[in-house]
């Protein structure tokens, strides 16, 4: 490892892959989110095939696909650096191994709605609001916090590093083989949405 200066094109490149992943999650979540809130008006048609293709979604491509890349590769340059800095991670990393168990309240609560639960739409609409926030959060604070961290500290091969790892999902560390099926769901989402959330979906970066 060297102390050159990185190519600001490689810090670059790597930033705008790992905010283009977010978009994207962004979307989905955004769209699970409306989802949910037409759920709550009485005679909506509950579209069980796109929530529960949405719902796999998202509660695969975050932990098979996302997380594990910023785990083995943007998270580890931060151990050398301050107290301060280690700290901002062990949240985040907090937030990967927590993430579990939030979407876990969504899918009981879908699995609620799915068997009539009187208020189960009620529930899924607050346990989905409580995961997007929370997820939001997280992605807000990778982009605010974490990465002008790494912009500042992060030598040229770090960002080599982060920028192959985030490139073109064909690494099989990175589960490049995973990356093709979650594209076809994504389109096949769009396939099963309805008009605006379509094309609100259709604005997402596939990577
Ligand atoms: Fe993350
Ligand atoms: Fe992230």
């Known amino acids: 490892m060297t102390d050159t200066p990185f190519p600001k094109s490689a810090a670059n490149r790597a930033i705008a892959l790992i905010k ?15 989802l949910v809130a037409r759920y709550q008006h009485a005679g909506y048609e509950q579209n069980f095939d796109l929530f529960d293709a949405m719902l796999r979604y998202i509660e695969n491509v975050p932990n098979k696909l996302h997380h594990p890349k910023e785990d ?14 280690k700290q901002l991670v062990a949240e985040l990393e907090h937030d990967h191994a927590r993430g579990e168990s939030r979407l876990g309240s969504m899918r009981r609560a879908y699995d ?3 068997a009539g639960v009187t208020n189960g739409p009620a529930v899924l609409s607050a346990a989905t609001q409580e995961f997007v926030g929370f997820y939001m ?3 807000r604070r990778e982009e605010l916090q974490l990465l002008p961290l790494a912009v ?3 030598t040229n091969e770090e960002w080599q590093r982060v920028e192959s790892a985030f490139g073109d999902n064909t ?11 979650y594209r076809l769901l994504y389109q096949c989402i769009i396939e099963l949405a ?11 970066v596939i990577t």
Do not use: W
């Open 171 to 181: 690494d099989p560390l990175f589960g490049a083989e995973l990356a093709d099926d």
């Open 112 to 114: 609620a709605v799915r």
């Open 194 to 204: 309805p008009a605006t959330l379509k094309s609100y979906l259709e604005g997402a």
């Open 137 to 139: 959060n997280h992605m």
């Open 72 to 85: 083995k590769v943007l998270f580890p340059p931060f151990m050398r650096f301050a107290a301060s800095d």
């Open 152 to 154: 500042a500290r992060f």
């Open 20 to 34: 283009g992943e977010h978009r994207t999650l962004a979307r989905m979540l955004g769209a699970i989110h409306m």
